[in-house]
């Protein structure tokens, strides 16, 4: 099956100074992959500092990978030139968290709209260009007439939000990098936007990387999810599973911090570790300094154990579970 998107063995450095000192891995050897028939959302969640705005930027093009390459349809991002990079800018699109800073306060929702309209030539006339732009409105739910000629500061976050989403689905994205869309808008209106880009997956056959802290959002949203951590995968698979039943105490710690309504769960237990993060020995797990269930066998990196069909962990307490190596991983999460 054709592949979309493939990410082999990427790593992303960062250096200070001019003799390149004090390396800072912010993505460590992802390996991934999405079929061009099976569009699916896939969550890749973590902390700040986990690497998962470091991946959004490689995704979208605006940085280059250390080591390891990305393929889009089978062609590395770094060399596309002319007509297939400019399709590349057209169908890899993003939404970003910040629903306010896309928008400029003196131009209305039409002109937004239209820019990349023009841009990428996408209609003839006006008329055209008014009947995509009332099509993408309506696909994220909003009525045409209550938006277009309207300014910024007269939309709510949340139709903000939708319009973002509105304007990258104008260009007809094959694929779609959400970096925490929600986590600037309302609560109540969360579900309405997840509501939307799932929409999207199902309706238009658009893959969404949805990237977030979040995991309640991930589980609401996402068939399978990422977790990263200090740039490396912890643990990864199908959501329900990795949410309901998490292998790595990383997960485990992000998953206690969730407020369930449950009056019963005793959830929190661990935060004073969850708060703290040190460096960790060199060569060693990167979750080491925070981890409650460290051994002294701990002290080398894990590779990743899959646990099960669906789900992975790169944590030495399933070191009895066969290892699976990084290039695997996409076969466990399901589309
Ligand atoms: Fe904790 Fe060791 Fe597992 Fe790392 S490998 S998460 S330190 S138990």
């Known amino acids: 099956m054709a592949e979309l998107l493939g990410l082999r063995g990427v790593s992303k450095v960062y250096t200070r100074g001019l003799t390149h000192s004090h390396p800072t891995v912010a993505l460590r050897e ?195 999810i990422i977790v990263l951590y200090r740039g490396g995968v912890m643990e990864a698979g199908d959501v329900d599973r990795v949410i309901k039943s998490p292998q790595h105490p990383y997960t485990q710690l992000l998953v206690d911090s969730i407020p369930w309504p449950n009056l019963e769960q005793r959830w929190g237990e661990q935060s004073i570790m969850a708060r703290e993060s040190t460096a960790p020995p060199p060569g060693a797990c990167p979750f080491m300094p925070r981890c409650p269930k460290a051994m002294p066998i701990c002290a080398s990196r894990p590779p990743l154990f899959q646990i099960n069909p669906h789900q992975a962990a790169a944590c030495y307490l399933h070191e009895r579970q066969p290892q699976l190596v990084a290039e695997k991983l996409s076969e466990l999460l399901p589309a």
Not at 109 to 124: E, Q, T
Not at 139 to 159: N, T
């Open 30 to 224: 992802i390996s991934l992959t999405l079929k061009e028939d099976e569009p699916t959302i896939l969550t890749v969640a973590g902390e700040s500092g986990s690497g998962k705005t470091t991946l959004a930027m490689l995704l979208l093009g605006f940085i280059s990978p250390t080591m390891g390459e990305i393929l889009y349809k089978g062609r590395n991002i770094t060399t596309l030139t002319g007509p297939e990079r400019l399709a590349y800018r057209r169908e890899v699109q993003a939404v970003f968290q910040d629903p306010f800073a896309v928008f400029n306060p003196f131009y209305t929702v039409d002109h937004l709209l239209s820019v990349p309209i023009k841009r990428f030539k996408l209609a003839s006339t006006r008329a055209e260009a008014r009947a995509r732009m009332e099509e993408a409105l309506n696909a994220v739910g909003l009525r045409p007439e209550d938006v277009l000629g309207r300014f910024p500061h007269q939309l709510s976050g949340g139709q903000r939000q939708r319009i973002n989403v509105a304007r990258a689905l104008l260009l007809k994205p094959r694929l779609l990098i959400a970096d925490e869309p929600v986590s600037m808008v309302d609560a109540s209106l969360r579900a309405t936007i997840l509501e939307t880009l799932r929409n999207l997956q199902r309706d238009y056959g658009v893959s969404i990387i949805y990237i977030t802290h979040d995991l309640t959002t991930a589980y609401h949203i996402a068939k399978s």
